[in-house]
């Protein structure tokens, strides 16, 4: 049986990702599951700690969002199914942006926002092929792909 993909992307402030987790590995489903780096402290600061400090905001961020970028194409580019998560406390550029790539890339892209988020998302909505509200329907459209059963 062939083991699926997963990139979660997106916001870091619920327990989202751990839900998907969790209740897919109850099902026994053949995922593997990869992020971003959730640490936000340590996603910031990376590429100044890393390669140097420096005095401009600008090319700090720069820095850190170029050695986040390593692992963020690399794990995009190897996901079978990408899965992006829009909270609506902060806006999250970066999972706009995440979306963006997996989709020019071809990805199966999944999106999960509330309702209240579907205008300021209507073109990242309109690149996937399934726009969830949970994660338990990200699970079940898992679930349904992977065994190609649906279960009513």
Known sequence: MHNWHVYLS?????DWRETIISRTEELNLPVTFSAPVTDHEASDDCGAVILGDESS?????????????????????????????????YKQ???AFDAGYASALGKSLIVIHDPSLTHP???????????AQTSEQVVDILKYVISGKLVR
Request: glycine content about 6%.
């Open 10 to 14: 997106g916001e870091i402030h619920t």
């Open 57 to 89: 905001k600008f090319w700090y961020d720069h820095k850190g969002a170029k050695v986040n970028a390593i692992r963020t194409r690399t794990l995009i580019e190897t996901a079978d199914i990408v899965v992006v998560r829009f909270g609506d406390k």
């Open 93 to 95: 550029w970066n999972a």
């Open 121 to 131: 998302l209507k073109e990242v909505d309109a690149a996937a092929l399934a726009v």
